[in-house]
């Protein structure tokens, strides 16, 4: 016989040709998908690696050596063949419908359990097909079986089933997400997880599991949505003699500072009455609430005892007359070589206040009022870089000073923040210019020292910019 005429040779023909030129072709898809990045990468890997050999092979066993589809060698072949089938059309279509999905779009909020049931569904119909075609099963009664258990189990689990069901429905809505913060009757907390029956709520106390059904009968608050739009209050109480323009506007300078506050936004303090005032501060994230109060209250503490004012009613006496002389003689007096008259001048014109720990103790640019001189504890010389991020210059401790500028009217060239809690000696700059003015040695010191912070803030300024 010719072996044209065989009726093997052209399926010979035709494995051995396109099955190198369908590698090929798979191969350079592939890795095209693979520069893109595409979800699609991983299906092609499949059909290339498994699926088209095993299909030629199946080709080369049933239509070129002629061997019958009911032999168990190629039921066992077609069995697996099948099983690659399905397993490509279900990662493929996971990878095209919900993978490169729009974050905003159903597929996005479709949850996880109706795509596990959808999987379960198309498994089971395709194995039925490979029991059927395959094997010769007959799966008509098994699914009848099926169905009368499935109605039955159903009648006797209504209840339950309805309430799955309806947590399933809120959770296809997606009102919140993983990470996200809750405002339930029952639990305050953010999202640590999300399954078919209950929802988890990392709270202060612990972790709260709460149906999905409850969530999906009552109402609740996501903290978290709109994004970045978190609003912390917190109100705290003076003295009905305090000036309410004097306290807001302390209480806004101190929230003003605080390093959970959204950029962008500023906070807003308002008077409630009897005493009572609320600060609103818009927050990057829920998660901060805690955080921002526990460094607000103290910073509102100190400031509102330097600034003379009454928190909780409360008076301060730390800034005593005593205390003032004492620092002068310790500190101030040896720093600018005064004499004891200029000590005793410099007395009524001078305060002992305290600083809390990261509370602002210099503004950089601003020009100051007054030379704060360190009595105790540690300040930190900071400069802002031109993308934002704060550098730190040096470390002042226990008789340096800030606010050097002062004499000279220029704005400062750095900020200074307090490491720790921090006293100081405040002295007004009228004041303190009649004492200094007649010292032409202290003056020319002063300003080598203002050059040189200066010069220090610019270079490191200058060389975090280049980096």
Same mark, same amino acid.
Request: proline letters at 5%; hydrophobic letters at 45%.
């Given at each position: 016989?010719?072996?044209?005429?065989?009726?093997?040779?052209?399926?010979?023909?035709?494995?051995?040709?396109?099955?190198?030129?369908?590698?090929?072709?798979?191969?350079?898809?592939?890795?095209?998908?693979?520069?893109?990045?595409?979800?699609?990468?991983?299906?092609?890997?499949?059909?290339?690696?498994?699926?088209?050999?095993?299909?030629?092979?199946?080709?080369?066993?049933?239509?070129?050596?002629?061997?019958?589809?009911?032999?168990?060698?190629?039921?066992?072949?077609?069995?697996?063949?099948?099983?690659?089938?399905?397993?490509?059309?279900?990662?493929?279509?996971?990878?095209?419908?919900?993978?490169?999905?729009?974050?905003?779009?159903?597929?996005?909020?479709?949850?996880?359990?109706?795509?596990?049931?959808?999987?379960?569904?198309?498994?089971?119909?395709?194995?039925?097909?490979?029991?059927?075609?395959?094997?010769?099963?007959?799966?008509?009664?098994?699914?009848?079986?099926?169905?009368?258990?499935?109605?039955?189990?159903?009648?006797?689990?209504?209840?339950?089933?309805?309430?799955?069901?309806?947590?399933?429905?809120?959770?296809?809505?997606?009102?919140?997400?993983?990470?996200?913060?809750?405002?339930?009757?029952?639990?305050?907390?953010?999202?640590?997880?999300?399954?078919?029956?209950?929802?988890?709520?990392?709270?202060?106390?612990?972790?709260?599991?709460?149906?999905?059904?409850?969530?999906?009968?009552?109402?609740?608050?996501?903290?978290?949505?709109?994004?970045?739009?978190?609003?912390?209050?917190?109100?705290?109480?003076?003295?009905?003699?305090?000036?309410?323009?004097?306290?807001?506007?302390?209480?806004?300078?101190?929230?003003?500072?605080?390093?959970?506050?959204?950029?962008?936004?500023?906070?807003?303090?308002?008077?409630?009455?009897?005493?009572?005032?609320?600060?609103?501060?818009?927050?990057?994230?829920?998660?901060?609430?805690?955080?921002?109060?526990?460094?607000?209250?103290?910073?509102?503490?100190?400031?509102?005892?330097?600034?003379?004012?009454?928190?909780?009613? @409360?008076?301060? *006496?730390?800034?005593?007359? !005593?205390?003032? $002389?004492?620092? %002068?003689?310790? #500190? +101030?007096?040896?720093?600018?070589?005064?004499?004891?008259?200029?000590?005793?001048?410099?007395?009524?014109?001078?305060?002992?206040?305290?600083?809390?720990?990261?509370?602002?103790?210099?503004?950089?640019?601003?020009?100051?009022?007054?030379?704060?001189?360190?009595?105790?504890?540690?300040?930190?010389?900071?400069?802002?870089?031109?993308?934002?991020?704060?550098?730190?210059?040096?470390?002042?401790?226990?008789?340096?000073?800030?606010?050097?500028?002062?004499?000279?009217?220029?704005?400062?060239?750095?900020?200074?923040? @307090?490491?720790? *809690?921090?006293?100081?000696? !405040?002295?007004? $700059?009228?004041? %303190?210019?009649? #004492? +200094?003015?007649?010292?032409?040695?202290?003056?020319?010191?002063?300003?080598?020292?203002?050059?040189?912070?200066?010069?220090?803030?610019?270079?490191?300024?200058?060389?975090?910019?280049?980096?």
């Amino acid at each position: 016989m010719n072996v044209f005429s065989a009726p093997w040779f052209y399926w010979a023909l035709g494995i051995a040709v396109g099955l190198p030129v369908g590698l090929i072709l798979l191969t350079e898809l592939h890795n095209a998908l693979v520069r893109r990045k595409s979800h699609l990468a991983r299906q092609v890997s499949l059909l290339r690696n498994y699926l088209l050999p095993l299909g030629a092979l199946l080709l080369l066993l049933v239509k070129a050596s002629q061997i019958p589809a009911g032999d168990g060698m190629v039921r066992v072949l077609t069995t697996l063949f099948g099983f690659m089938v399905l397993v490509l059309l279900l990662s493929g279509l996971n990878a095209t419908v919900f993978q490169a999905a729009p974050e905003s779009s159903w597929r996005k909020r479709l949850p996880t359990i109706f795509l596990d049931v959808a999987r379960f569904a198309l498994i089971g119909v395709g194995l039925a097909m490979i029991l059927s075609y395959i094997w010769g099963v007959r799966v008509g009664g098994l699914f009848t079986a099926l169905g009368v258990t499935s109605v039955v189990i159903g009648l006797m689990l209504q209840n339950s089933v309805g309430q799955i069901v309806s947590g399933l429905f809120m959770l296809f809505e997606q009102p919140f997400r993983i990470d996200d913060w809750l405002d339930t009757p029952t639990a305050r907390g953010r999202v640590v997880e999300v399954n078919w029956r209950s929802v988890h709520i990392e709270t202060g106390t612990g972790l709260r599991i709460t149906p999905n059904s409850m969530l999906a009968t009552t109402s609740f608050t996501n903290l978290s949505r709109p994004g970045g739009s978190h609003k912390c209050m917190i109100t705290t109480k003076f003295a009905l003699a305090d000036p309410p323009n004097t306290v807001c506007a302390m209480l806004t300078r101190c929230a003003s500072a605080l390093p959970q506050l959204k950029p962008g936004v500023a906070p807003v303090t308002v008077a409630l009455g009897g005493g009572e005032y609320r600060t609103t501060v818009r927050l990057k994230s829920p998660a901060d609430d805690g955080a921002t109060q526990a460094t607000f209250l103290p910073w509102v503490w100190y400031a509102a005892r330097r600034e003379g004012l009454h928190l909780d009613e @409360a008076d301060d *006496e730390f800034s005593t007359a !005593e205390r003032v $002389r004492d620092a %002068l003689q310790t #500190v +101030v007096g040896p720093e600018l070589r005064l004499s004891l008259t200029d000590q005793q001048s410099l007395v009524p014109y001078a305060k002992v206040v305290r600083y809390g720990a990261d509370e602002i103790v210099q503004h950089a640019g601003l020009v100051p009022n007054s030379m704060t001189f360190i009595l105790a504890g540690s300040v930190r010389l900071t400069v802002t870089a031109e993308d934002g991020s704060v550098v730190s210059i040096g470390t002042l401790h226990e008789g340096a000073f800030v606010g050097v500028t002062a004499l000279t009217r220029q704005p400062n060239p750095s900020g200074a923040v @307090a490491l720790e *809690e921090v006293t100081a000696l !405040e002295i007004d $700059r009228e004041h %303190l210019e009649h #004492v +200094v003015m007649n010292k032409p040695t202290l003056l020319q010191e002063l300003g080598r020292l203002i050059e040189e912070r200066q010069t220090k803030a610019q270079r490191v300024g200058h060389r975090e910019r280049v980096g």
